[in-house]
């Protein structure tokens, strides 16, 4: 379902709006607003792209998403700090786990001393506060198995699939296959014939 003027979604079972930060082409199709609880910043959803039930966008206010055309996400959770791509046509499988940011430094004493702080102030850790955040680039027609975790700073080219079960921790070519953890390129995808639609 796309957005009404009140920003709900029809027959949505959750009684929240969308946040403002979300932009839906008319054709999108969107499951429930509580998909989007956690939204601060921006998302955009292109024409014919549809997320369902089980997803969950968890944006910064300095985070931006965007969904390519007619891609599909079903039971996703993305966590964005600055910048997250899903190209047009991909199909993203249940559990999939997109990351531009860790929000923890890796520094022990740097994580001490932020958990220390969240607990004396009895609040959440903020989000994006002092731990960098790399860009996650899908390309179109991409595939994505269940269960995958998607890095920061991954660029996963136009036409590839990942294995089910995969941590993409470096960038993986266009039209290849890539598994494992951390996942490595299998085999090669054929490419279409010039002129194919892809």
Known sequence: MGLRPDRRIEGDWYDG???DGVSAHPETHLDSAF????VEGKVEFRRGSHVYSGSMFD???TGHVIVGECAMLNGVYIVCDSRIVIGAY???SWNVVFMDTYRMPFAPEARHKLLEQRFHERAPQPKGADVPSHPVVLGDNVWIGFDVCILPGVTIGEGSVIGARSVVADDV???TIAAGNPARPIRAVQ?????ERT
């Open 35 to 38: 998909i989007f609880a956690n």
């Open 59 to 61: 944006v910064s206010p």
């Open 90 to 92: 991909a199909t993203i």
């Open 17 to 19: 709006p969308v946040p």
């Open 173 to 175: 070519p266009p039209y």
């Open 191 to 195: 490419r279409p014939a010039a002129g």
